[in-house]
């Protein structure tokens, strides 16, 4: 007997008639003698509803004086969605119980809305389980050490279902999504794409911070950290689907030293539309002015990504960098306000019409000329490159967002990715 956790996406519950599958196919795991505990998203579509509502109310920009109450708010999502598929699962007759994050409890800090998981009580859970009843917990959601609700950001579900295994010691965790596995790109954009039998959490990872939507950054950094077997496949095959067959498909996100001997190249193509490039036109050439800049950025809680500082020139200098769209306004008024003041002549110029593009693969590592040739791709179609950032297993480009599809496709083709056996 298995100890299995189950996470489902907002479009596997996003009806009465999914919820119902989602139930079967928890059941079907069930009688099979496994302890399961299950860890939905809310309804598809249902948290952006929700903050909807509290823009109508409160229009202007975010304010740190009702982030705890968007928490509160969005956090319900999951809940109804946990509370239904007890409901649904009692119904085919199977014990079950609905835990919301601050009953188990999960317990986080208490940055609201990108709350960061802090450690999990599973004494609880484990009572429930060795009882013979399956256990349903919010995901994407805890509590401080205060007893706010907080939430972990979006796509937090994945990490809450990781974090779960990885305090429960689970056998594996099953991402069940409306996609069925990983693919070397978004078959939407190409698609000649390949599913990926296994691919590594170092690549996995890459991905997912690219851009790669299949899973959340933060998930796969727990299930890497706490070496969480995880595997990603489709809520849409049959429930009642060969239980072997459905323990075997999908994607496996292994560890290196899993991996085939000649590994690929290049594995996969990630990109992200969700980026905007802030740049500061003559800072002063001088030692601190970096720290200056990011450091009152990080005070802000904005994450920053790729960052370039030119050669400086007359004691002056360049310096770029990109954040999330959703915080790119925050970001411009803030350095308004508490950089440029100390920057003499310095003005803040921002471009929201970017996208980056990267390649992504551990056989980087002992392969030359990846780089290059990922660059002459570019060229030969006519895209400029406006920013780089390297790593040993990718190489990522900014470049103008009217360029992303055909760049992805271009680069899907140079590095034979079609070729890739699903």
Known sequence: MALIVHKYGGTSMGSPERIKNVAKRVAKWARAGHQMVVVPSAMSGETNRLLGLAKELAPAKESN??????????????????ALLAIALQAEGMESISYAGW?????????????????????????????????????????????????????????????????????????????DGVYTTDPRVVPEAKRLKTVCFEEMLEMASLGSKVLQIRSVEFAGKYKVPLRVLSSFTPWDIDINEEAKSGTLITFEEDTQMEQAVVSGIAFNRDEAKISIIGVPDKPGIAYQILGAVADGN??????????????????????????YARAIDLLNAKVLPNLGSAEVLGDTKICKVSIVGIGMRSHVGIASKMFRTLSEEGINIQMISTSEIKTSVVIDEKYMELAVRALHKAFDLDQVQA
């Open 302 to 327: 904005i994450e920053v990504d790729m960052i370039i500082q030119n050669i400086g020139k007359d004691g002056r200098t360049d310096f770029s960098f990109t954040v999330h769209r959703n915080d």
């Open 103 to 179: 009953q188990v409890p999960i317990r986080t800090n208490s940055a609201f809305t990108k709350a960061r998981i802090e450690s999990i009580e599973d004494d609880k859970v484990r009572t429930d389980l060795n009882a013979g009843k399956v256990v349903i917990i919010t995901g994407f959601q805890g509590v401080d050490e205060v007893s706010n609700i907080t939430t972990l950001g979006r796509g937090g579900s994945d990490t809450s279902a990781v974090a779960v295994a990885a305090a429960l010691k689970a056998d594996e965790c099953l991402i069940y999504t409306d996609v």
């Open 65 to 82: 004086a009702y982030m705890r109450e968007l928490d509160m708010l969005a956090s319900t999502g999951e809940q109804a969605s946990s």
